[in-house]
């Protein structure tokens, strides 16, 4: 639920509907055709699980310095061990041979390129080696290993950060002659974070002398602070940087503590001067989330990313620039109707590249930078990628474009090039190219109709492998979570649609109330609304497909995760006979019980309107509370639910489980133990899956 946070130009959406016989029936949309990279084998076979885990995970890791040369990561699932392996490869970025880099046991990422030389981190120690030749060399040796490291550009000085116990909530700190106690004692909130216990330890940038290894005295630059930096719970190394000079350090904090941290999203982004040791608020009076501080190539201008709204962790994300020196800063997309995922820099210093969801998918837009703030000339913003992927982030510029990641629905994350004149992708990694060419494929198409408020609701629609529409299929309505995250042209190892469409079910996801990439007012209609147009979207998309021939609308089912699961739970006690089955991950079931529970109650007050003992959100709380409807359930329902997950913890899946065992309706647990909001471990995630799918066969496939 945390948003962690993936069409545009070339989806010519018009807002009429196709009429045929005086019906309203729904659009399917003409898209651009993308070529496929793998020809289809002769003897392909609908996607399994355990193939999917099969894949290899590419991670782009970064260029050579003249751009000609790809350093990419590429993680492999081992059944037996249950663990991935990581190892680096190069590849010349105009085409040719991948070579492996590295090969010891472990995982290995890239840290910076210097020359031909890779720095690169390995078991918390840097390490170097060179493109062309020569081996691996360890050059730190630094006690309890180095996390989120960034050196300087002159290379003299070393960031990096570590956690310092500074509060003694843990028994064996605040009793030492009680070493092997096993308590944890409170006086204020933030005493747990997604799925790890808060025992007291804050993580804390420092600072060091460097020279080819050797590491001088570190210096915490927040002293005794009970702060974090990097942020909690999903920060990294994005949260530090090093100012051009190389003189002052840059750190992303939220500077609250207890009760008030729990219920607030304002970070800011602060300077450290190494010379002084005095820290500046470079974001004071900005209230909500401040992160991803950076410059431009030549160090003139300072950018981050910046939301207005203080407790809002889905609020527009706008790209700001600010001159250092005089202190002019600017709002580059405040007149931009969409959100930011992520930027870059191009090499000349006269754009912005940014990467953000449009209409179903995750597309590059840029941007020109004003040539003076103090004019407050707001710049023009174009999309210049288009197509049925998602650009999952920006690698760099090169010569003659960008090099990207990007996923499709059929497809997992690879390396591609964006070429500015053909507005086409490239591949420049084929990691998973001879797999695929074994999988069978599954078409993807958009549907558009009208939600019942009139407007226009954007569908995928996954087919099975072979799909012929003069049989019936069982289809599943797949459930966002978020619930301000968008559905589009990701690739999950978990919730893959290829997946299920392969299993032989027809798949509608619908970009929903809520969803980013379809302005902001529609991202921000379903706060204090989660059981309103959001769900009767759902309703609409399903009944909608349910008028087609191939449909058969006696084997429906629903499906999601977190706000997801939620709306499972939510649609088991609304959908008046629509669905035979029900699967709900981690999802919210009584939204008292999980308001008392959850840890980011910043999230919670925001998007339910804050506590059930305030009047003004009694419809959050009644209306829109799934427990409240339990007496309706009679449907079949499959409950997943992690142990450590402090998000929707663990109550919720419990709760759910034994009301519907009460009810006398079919049901079924699947609790993980050692598993948080997600499902991380290979042997538990086949595990999930099985009992996933064979739920639908027990209840969908008969």
């Known amino acids: 639920m945390h948003k962690i946070t993936w069409i545009g130009a070339f989806l010519l959406i018009n807002n009429m509907v196709i009429a045929q016989e005086g019906k309203e029936v729904p659009q399917k949309v003409d898209r651009p055709k993308v070529e496929n990279r793998v ?35 590429v993680s492999n699932y081992q059944f ?48 170097k080696k060179n493109l062309k030749d020569g081996n691996s060399i360890q050059l730190t040796n630094y006690e309890d290993g180095l996390e989120n490291v960034k050196i300087s550009p002159d290379g003299k000085h070393i960031l990096f950060s570590k956690s310092v116990l500074l509060k003694p909530y843990y028994s064996p700190n605040k009793y030492e002659d009680l070493p092997k106690s096993n308590v944890y004692i409170y006086d204020n909130l933030d005493y747990r974070h997604w799925d790890t216990w808060n025992d007291g330890k804050f993580n804390h940038p420092f600072v060091a002398t ?71 608020n470079l974001t004071e009076g900005m209230n909500g989330y401040d992160n991803t501080p950076g410059f431009s ?96 982030g920006i690698v760099g510029e090169v010569k003659d474009g960008l090099v990207v990641t990007s996923t499709k629905m059929t497809r997992a994350t690879e ?64 459930c966002q979570g978020g619930p301000q995250s968008a559905t589009t042209q990701s690739y999950s190892f978990r919730w893959n649609f290829q997946l299920l469409a392969s299993q032989g079910y027809i798949v509608i996801a619908p970009n929903r109330r809520g969803m980013p990439g379809w302005g902001v007012k529609w991202n921000e209609q379903i706060s204090k609304d989660w059981g309103g147009q959001a769900i009767q979207d759902y309703l609409s998309a399903i009944d909608d497909i349910a008028k087609e021939s191939y449909v058969d609308k006696d ?13 499972v739970f939510q649609l088991a006690g609304v959908h008046e006979g629509r669905f035979k089955s029900f699967i709900s991950h981690c999802g919210l079931f009584d939204m008292k019980s999980w308001y008392g529970t959850t840890e980011e109650l910043f999230f919670a007050n925001h998007d339910l309107g804050g506590p059930y003992w305030d009047k003004a959100n009694e419809k959050t709380y009644t209306e829109f509370n799934p427990s409240n409807h ?14 450590k997950d402090y998000r ?25 133990p050692d598993e948080n909001h997600w499902v991380l471990s290979g042997q538990s995630a086949q595990v999930w899956q099985r009992e996933f799918f064979g739920w639908l066969d027990e209840t969908l496939k008969k």
């Open 39 to 73: 020809r289809r084998s002769v003897n392909v076979e609908p996607l399994s699980p355990k193939k999917l885990w099969e894949l290899g995970r590419v991670t782009a890791e970064g260029l050579s310095k003249d751009g000609s040369q790809l350093i990419y990561g």
């Open 80 to 127: 037996e061990e249950n663990k991935s392996e990581k190892n680096l490869f190069v590849i010349p970025v105009n085409g040719g041979e991948a070579k492996q880099f590295t090969s010891e046991a472990g995982s290995e990422s890239v840290l910076k390129v210097e020359g031909d030389d890779i720095l690169y981190m390995f078991k918390g120690q840097i390490w």
């Open 210 to 280: 460097y020279d080819n290894g050797k590491i001088g005295e570190a210096k915490d630059i927040m002293a005794a602070e009970p702060y974090y930096s990097p942020t909690m719970p999903f920060g990294g190394a994005e949260d530090l940087a090093w100012a051009p000079d190389g003189k002052s350090v840059l750190y992303v904090c939220k500077k609250k503590f207890g009760t008030e941290y729990a219920q607030s999203t304002n970070t800011d982004i602060y300077r450290y001067d190494l010379a002084s040791g005095k820290t500046t």
């Open 297 to 392: 190539p030549d160090g003139k201008m300072m950018t981050w990313l910046s939301m207005k709204t203080d407790g809002y962790e889905a609020d527009k994300n706008d790209i700001y620039i600010q001159d250092p020196v005089s202190g002019q800063k600017l709002n580059l997309t405040a007149h931009w109707d969409g959100t930011v995922n992520s930027y870059t820099w191009s090499k000349d210093n006269k754009k912005i590249y940014f990467v953000a969801p449009t209409k179903g998918t995750v597309q590059i837009f840029e941007l020109q930078i004003p040539a003076n703030l103090k004019n407050m000339s707001l710049p023009n913003i174009k999309q210049i990628s288009s197509g049925d992927f998602d650009i999952t």
């Open 415 to 478: 390396v591609f090039m964006f070429n500015f004149k053909s507005k086409s992708l490239s591949p420049i990694t084929k990691v998973n190219d001879q797999m695929y060419a074994t999988v069978a494929d599954t078409k993807v198409e958009a549907r558009i109709i009208k939600a019942t408020d009139g407007l226009d609701l954007f569908s995928w629609v996954i087919y099975p492998p072979d799909f012929d529409p003069t049989k019936k299929y069982p289809t599943l309505l797949f």
């Open 555 to 567: 084997r429906l089912g629903a499906v999601g995760a977190s706000y997801g699961g939620y709306s």
């Open 630 to 643: 339990v007496e309706k359930w009679d449907t079949p329902i499959l409950i997943f639910q992690g142990g």
């Open 648 to 672: 929707v913890p663990i109550g919720q899946g419990l709760e759910a489980f034994q009301a519907a065992q009460l009810r006398g309706v079919k049901s079924r647990l699947v609790y993980l």
